[in-house]
């Protein structure tokens, strides 16, 4: 264990399978977590869970898709089975929607997949989580948003749409949780080494665009986000409420 920040907290992060989930879960666990693994990819939130579990931290494996609300309202259930209280919840579950095309390539399906799982996933995640949170005498909330959160890209609209919305849902929430000690913030990646990236990043010409055009150089990685993502459920981020996180590599400033 590096330190004992979240020493008798337990966190649960969906989308923990893999990329920037998979790294806050297992920054949670070195920092004294119990944490809850929870994805649609079953084999693969297994896994997370194990190699926490081989590393001495307590973790569990947790089946939900967050586009369902039962399915939240069940990974909930199951948090407070496992570890009896519920004090972290990191929203970060979410689906590309391809990269570049015309706006009309936006079929009905890809519209309706993208808004349920990165939009209204948060909020289903989010209804079922405040209950607990707040029987645990409040908490706090991250959600994964994006730079897609702040700006558009180009032939992404239902990504940006969704992205978009985390921002407002994240201070919306924010504003009406504060009151119940439940800080809710967001962090906003940009372009971060992922599975989430890799068909873009497959193409060696394209890769190295992508990074020319970062003012940092370089694609981020999923443990840079996952300590800002600690950062803001520590102590030390009591007084941040509402807030959307650049984390880019400056990409937003030019
Ligand atoms: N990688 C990037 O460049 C980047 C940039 C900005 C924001 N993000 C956001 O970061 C978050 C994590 O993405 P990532 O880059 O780590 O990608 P990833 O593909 O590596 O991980 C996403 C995880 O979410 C899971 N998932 C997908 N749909 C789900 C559902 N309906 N219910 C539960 N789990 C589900 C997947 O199985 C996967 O394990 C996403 O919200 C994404 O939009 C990523």
Redesign the pocket.
Known sequence: MDSGRFEGKVALV????????RATALAFAREGARVVV????AA?AQETADSIAASGAKSVACV????DPAACEAMVARTVAAFGRLDIAVN?????AGFGGDFLDTSADLWRRVID??LS?VFWAMRAEVPALKAAGGGAIVN?????SLVAGKGMASYVAA?HGVAGLTKAAALDLIGHGIRVNAVC????D????APLMADANVAAQVAGSIPAGRVGR?DEIAAAILFLCSPAASYAVGQLMLLDGGVSLA
């Open positions: 969906t989308g923990a399978a893999s990329g920037i989930g929870v994805d649609v990819n693969a939900a898709d967050v586009s970060n579950a979410g689906i590309p799982v990165n996933g994964t948003a994006s730079v897609a992205k990646p940009g372009a971060i992922t599975a989430m990236l999923p």
